[in-house]
Structure formats: structure tokens, C-alpha cells
């Protein structure tokens, strides 16, 4: 089955620096790679998302790179704020069974004001 | 605006109990999934199900089971609750359509937090 892995598991960074997440994954038939946000107590939710058909996507502050070669993609987050402090999910699912995802296991993020 | 709902926030039961924890989700989702969520290991999958009466397990079913009788409603069953299930449980549902914009995103709810003593 497909198995993700994500790095680092913290990651500590002052206000207005910016954060990188990478997770590798390794079916290369999966094709769809979100990533999750989960605030303190909070459910976890989509902040951006990438197919296997393009290789970056940008949402103000947050952009998603994918290298399906190296099987490998990345959260950047630019311009940190203290609001970007969270667990960070990345996850790989493909057409099949339901659309499942596996996810890794999770970066804590911590912007320091 | 609550969109999946999960019944009970907080459970707290006792080893050999019988427990049942309730999803449902109003949005029409075809695919609904339960996740246990444990610190440093991430969202890991115990059963999905594609359509009513549908299941799968994931990758850790050992001591759960599901049902799905309405398409709206995935229940997770623990037979005999043991220390080692307690953990925050996840449900989640997705519609169907891949490749479709917006097929795979999972929406999730808020979480119920199992303790068994």
C-alpha cells in the first residue's frame, strides 16, 4: 500500500520567516496530494491541494510543489504569522478505493511572534 | 453549517465494553472514512465505505468493525474496548467522481476522544 512520509515532525520558525513541509510518497500511481491544517482541538482542513497534472500551485502565502519523478511534495508557507501556528497534514490518494488517503504524520508548526 | 457530525465528543468507557461511535454527514458524500488520530503517528485509516452496505477495511481494522446502512451514516463499532483503542477517532467523508474537481477532498469531523479505562 501506499506509504507516506513527512518531515520535519516540528518546526519552529520567528514571524515573517518562512516554513517548508516535505513528504515523499511512494505509489506512483497516487495523483492527488492535499494538505491538511489542524488547529489546537480543532478538525482538520484543507488549505490546498495538488494534481498530478501540474507541478506547483499558489494560494496567497501557501504554495504546494509536486516532483512526481522524485515522488516527492512540498508545503511553503511565506510571510509566517502566529494564525499559521498548527499541525500540518500531507496526504497521497489516487482514483481507486474510495479515493483513500494515507497521510503522514503530521509537522507541528510554531511561529514565535 | 456543520457538514459531518459526529454524536459523542467525549466517551470515556471500560476495557470489554461495547462501543459505537456515530458519523453522519449531509452533503451527499458517497465515500465516508474513519481515521484514528494518535500524537506522532499521524491520521491512520480503520475502514472506508464507498456505498450503503459497502466496506473496506483500512489499514488497521484489527478490533473495530463499521456499518453503513444509509448512505448518510457510518458508524464505527468496538466490540470489546480494550486501553490501546483509546485514542481521538476522525470521521470523514468525500464524494465521488475522480478526477472531478473537488472529488478526494475529505471533509472532516470534529473528532470524538475515546478513553478506556
Known amino acids: 500500500g501506499e506509504n507516506v512520509e513527512q518531515h520535519p515532525s516540528t518546526l519552529s520558525v520567528q514571524e515573517g520567516d518562512s516554513a517548508v513541509i516535505k513528504c515523499t510518497y511512494s505509489?506512483?500511481?497516487?495523483?492527488?496530494f492535499p494538505w491538511y491544517k489542524q488547529e489546537l482541538g480543532k478538525r482538520p482542513q484543507l488549505i490546498i491541494d495538488?494534481?498530478?497534472?501540474?507541478g506547483e500551485k499558489k494560494d496567497q502565502r501557501i504554495a504546494v510543489t509536486l516532483n512526481k519523478t522524485a515522488k516527492h511534495f512540498s508545503l511553503h508557507i511565506t510571510e509566517t504569522q502566529p494564525e499559521d501556528s498548527a499541525v500540518y497534514f500531507c496526504?497521497?490518494?489516487?482514483?481507486?478505493?474510495?479515493?483513500?488517503?494515507?497521510f503522514g504524520d503530521g509537522t507541528t508548526l510554531t511561529v514565535k511572534p | 453549517d456543520v457538514k459531518v457530525t459526529q454524536s459523542s465528543r467525549y466517551l470515556v468507557k471500560r476495557t470489554g465494553e461495547k462501543v459505537f461511535l456515530e458519523c453522519v454527514q449531509d452533503?451527499?458524500?458517497?465515500?465516508m472514512f474513519w481515521y484514528r488520530q494518535d500524537p506522532g503517528l499521524g491520521l491512520r485509516l480503520i475502514y472506508f465505505?464507498?456505498?450503503?452496505?459497502?466496506?473496506e477495511k483500512g489499514d488497521i481494522p484489527e478490533g473495530y468493525s463499521v456499518s453503513r446502512e444509509k448512505k448518510e451514516r457510518f458508524s464505527l463499532i468496538l466490540e470489546s474496548a480494550s486501553t490501546n483503542q483509546t485514542s481521538m477517532y476522525l470521521c470523514?467523508?468525500?464524494?465521488?467522481?475522480?478526477?472531478?474537481?473537488?472529488?478526494?477532498?475529505?471533509?472532516f469531523g470534529a473528532g470524538s476522544r475515546l478513553t478506556v479505562l
Open positions: 470523514a467523508s468525500s464524494s465521488r467522481g475522480a478526477g472531478l474537481h473537488g472529488a478526494n477532498v475529505l471533509t
Open positions: 505509489d506512483s500511481a497516487s495523483n492527488y
Open positions: 495538488i494534481r498530478s497534472n501540474v
Open positions: 496526504a497521497a490518494s489516487k482514483n481507486t478505493n474510495a479515493g483513500k488517503s494515507t
Open positions: 452533503m451527499d458524500h458517497e465515500n
Open positions: 465505505s464507498y456505498d450503503v452496505k459497502m466496506k
